[in-house]
C-alpha cells in the first residue's frame, strides 16, 4: 500500500485510489496457471476518468515495488528461480457512447470492433450492449 500513500494526496478530493485489494492463493487465471507456489493480488482502482494518477505510473511504481520483493525473496536461503508476474498486459480502451448514437444505429460493439481493427487490436469483450448485471463473469 505505499503506492496508495504516497499518490493519495495526488486524487481528487482524497479519495483513496485503492478501493479494495483481493488476495488470491494458489491460482492465477490470467496465466492459466495453479498450485501452492502461485499467489494473485489484484487491486481495484479509482476509475481512470476520476483519479490522477495514470495507469503507467501506478504500473512503474509496482513494478519498482516487485522487483524490491523479489530480491529480498532471492536473498532468502533455499529460494531458487524467484519471479514476479508483473508483466506488461493487454492495452485497453474504453469508449462510451452518447445518447444520440441509438438514433444513429451505433452500437458500442459496432464501433469496438471498427477500433480494434483500425488499431490492429484484439477484442477482448462482446457483451457491450448487455446490462452489467446480465453479463456472465
Known sequence: ????????????GGTALVRSVQTRFNLNATAGEGGTHVATV???????????????????????????????????GG?????????????ELRLRLKEG???????????AGQVCAAEGMDLARTDWDTPPEKRSR
Open 79 to 91: 529460494v531458487c528461480n524467484a519471479t514476479h508476474g508483473l508483466r506488461p498486459g493487454p492495452s
Open 1 to 12: 500500500m505505499r503506492t496508495e500513500a504516497a499518490l493519495a494526496a495526488d486524487q481528487p
Open 42 to 76: 489484484s487491486a481495484n482502482l479509482l476509475g481512470d476518468e476520476i483519479r490522477a494518477t495514470t495507469l503507467d505510473e501506478i504500473t512503474d511504481r509496482w513494478q519498482a515495488a516487485g522487483d524490491a520483493l523479489l530480491a529480498e525473496v532471492a536473498a532468502c
Open 101 to 111: 448514437a441509438v438514433a444513429l444505429r451505433l452500437t458500442a460493439a459496432d464501433v
